[in-house]
């Protein structure tokens, strides 16, 4: 099973950009690039919330709704690693954020489809 690792978070400022990064480690089994992806995130005491998904190969990409174009998902898959990039961070941007991995395209938001799950990264926005 993959092993994931976020990294990235950290204490910004509103206003600014900030790249998290989701390394993944499939050991011996199957490739990096035949998961579809995902990043979420959790304010303690809320639902995971879906922020953004990605094929396997790159090419599909999906978003929830009131992502106001502030949030672009990527991978590289020769260095194994998904991405997450969120332009002008707001205070409500604060909160736990996990990349998780899946065998299939679709139902995107369903956190229970996800197989694997990295122990999250923390990002706290100040004003």
């Known amino acids: 099973q993959v092993q994931l690792v976020e990294s990235g978070g950290g204490l910004v400022q509103a206003g600014d950009s900030l790249m998290l990064t989701c390394a993944a480690n499939?050991?011996?089994?199957?490739?990096?690039?035949?998961?579809?992806m995902g990043w979420f995130r959790r304010v303690p005491g809320k639902e995971r919330e879906f922020l953004a998904a990605?094929?396997?190969?790159?090419?599909?990409?999906y978003y929830r709704e009131s992502a106001n174009g502030r949030f672009t998902i990527s991978r590289d898959n020769a260095k194994d690693t998904l991405y997450l990039h969120i332009d002008n961070l707001i205070r409500e941007d604060t909160a736990d954020y996990y990349c998780?991995?899946?065998?299939?395209?679709?139902?995107?938001?369903?956190?229970?489809?996800?197989?694997?799950w990295g122990h999250g990264t923390w990002v706290t926005v100040s004003s």
């Open positions: 990605i094929s396997g190969n790159g090419k599909n990409k």
């Open positions: 998780g991995a899946k065998n299939f395209w679709g139902r995107h938001s369903d956190y229970n489809d996800y197989l694997s």
């Open positions: 499939t050991g011996s089994g199957r490739s990096f690039s035949t998961y579809t």
